[in-house]
């Protein structure tokens, strides 16, 4: 069997499950095509690698004929974010009654309301809709995107819960914790849409109710100088370190020396690499339910804790709650870990995908599994849908 996955580029994000198709065996022979080389922007933030040094990458750009071929006649083909230069042979693979997904985050995530744009339904139309009744199958990088599809009418009852497999490779990191004081950790772009000022803010309530703790905030972006700020105006310059712009590598050696993992971006934050490494690390997460890995990942009280729609309130709450009861933080990361290690990585991902297109090839009805990648993905609602809706009106 042949696989192919079609994606602007291979990321450390897309690595791990890439190593996995192609280390499935003899009988499954596996690409990736590259359709650009990776921006300049991704590679200052120490996402670029050697991709030559993986013999299943091939490059759009060099070898289109060679990519063309692997599109149109490999047995199966996934598609996730493309380009332009590539539309004549995708939609000539996606007619062609050859087996086929989708790999996609949410459509409509600043706001459902959108779906009624004329111009957005013909689009929608082109790429989605009219494949309906193709085997063309939909895999979920998100809770959430069932849902926007739903609107659009499109993969009815082929819509499956997918999602992105870093690989944290955290099995030592819960035995190196301990001890009265935590450690909390934050990781992402400082941007609005994560919402770092909620560290600040909560190390800020934790420092005046007599937690002792430190707390590490990695990475870099716009809101630093406001971060910077806050910690200066709150007297938490003991208490909280903003470390700069770190590699993934660094960003992981941080999870692995945290007790606690603040997640906090909102309902614009598609999937949010970060829960995978920082439950793989054997975190305990304080999630928001807005994001889209959160609701696929997180067992709220038993691997994890989720806050509701973006409420700072409940955010604190469930942050003192852990520090409250310090003896239920190892266990929730132990649990974590086995939820990424035992479930959602790369290497079951893999055998679920083959094992389902198997199944599609010998005649069969797939019998998807009852969770984690590759089973059925339920309509839900977003969390910032009436948030969005409300937005939308008031802009009208």
């Known amino acids: 069997m042949r696989i192919t996955f079609v994606s602007n580029y291979i990321n450390h994000h897309q690595l791990p499950f890439c190593n996995a198709m192609s280390e499935i065996g003899d009988d499954v022979e596996f690409f990736f095509i590259q359709t650009i080389p990776m ?33 149109l006649n490999s047995d199966v083909v996934l598609f996730g974010w493309t ?11 996606l007619s062609s009654g050859k087996l086929s997904f989708r790999v996609s985050e949410r459509i ?10 004329p111009r957005g339904l013909m689009k929608k139309y082109n790429e989605h809709f009219k494949f309906r009744n193709k085997p063309v199958y939909l895999l979920c990088t998100g809770a959430y995107v069932a849902s926007d599809f739903s609107l659009i009418k499109s993969f009815p009852g082929k819509m499956l819960k997918w999602g992105y497999f870093p690989d944290a490779a955290g099995s030592e990191a819960v035995a190196q914790r301990g001890g009265y004081k935590k450690r909390l950790c934050w990781a992402g772009r400082l941007i609005d ?33 406001r971060l910077t700020d806050m910690v200066k105006e709150l007297g938490l310059e003991t208490k909280v ?15 692995r020396g945290a ?7 909102n309902y614009l934050e598609g999937w949010g690499a970060v829960v995978n490494e920082a439950m793989q690390s054997g975190c305990a997460v304080v999630a928001s339910n807005e994001a889209g890995a959160v609701p696929f990942l997180i067992e709220d009280g038993k691997n994890g804790l989720i806050y509701k729609d973006g409420s700072y ?15 239920m933080i190892k266990p929730m990361g132990t649990a974590a870990m086995e939820t990424i290690n035992n479930k959602w990585n790369a290497k079951n991902a893999a055998a679920e995908l083959i094992r389902f297109c198997r199944e599609l090839e010998s005649g069969k009805t797939p019998v998807a ?8 993905a339920a309509v839900l609602t977003p969390p910032g849908f009436s948030r969005t809706l409300k937005e939308k009106n008031h802009l009208e």
């Open 39 to 71: 921006e300049e922007k991704r590679l200052n933030m120490g996402w670029g690698f050697d991709d030559k040094a993986f013999p299943f990458v091939v490059r759009y750009y060099e070898e289109e004929e060679r990519a063309k071929d692997l599109i």
């Open 83 to 93: 380009e332009d230069r590539i539309w004549d042979v995708e939609q000539k693979r």
């Open 108 to 117: 409509y995530r600043e706001g459902q309301w959108k779906f009624i744009s």
């Open 193 to 225: 849409l994560k919402h770092p000022e909620f560290a600040v803010k909560v190390a800020a309530a934790l420092k005046a109710a007599g937690f002792d703790f430190t707390m590490d905030i990695v990475g870099d972006g716009p809101l630093k100088g």
């Open 241 to 255: 370190n903003l470390t700069g712009g770190k590699t993934p590598e660094e960003v992981l050696s941080y999870m």
């Open 259 to 265: 007790d606690i993992f603040l997640f906090t971006s």
């Open 313 to 327: 309130e409940d955010f604190e709450h469930k942050v003192r709650f852990l520090l409250d009861h310090p003896d």
């Open 369 to 376: 599994t009852d969770n984690g990648p590759m089973s059925p």
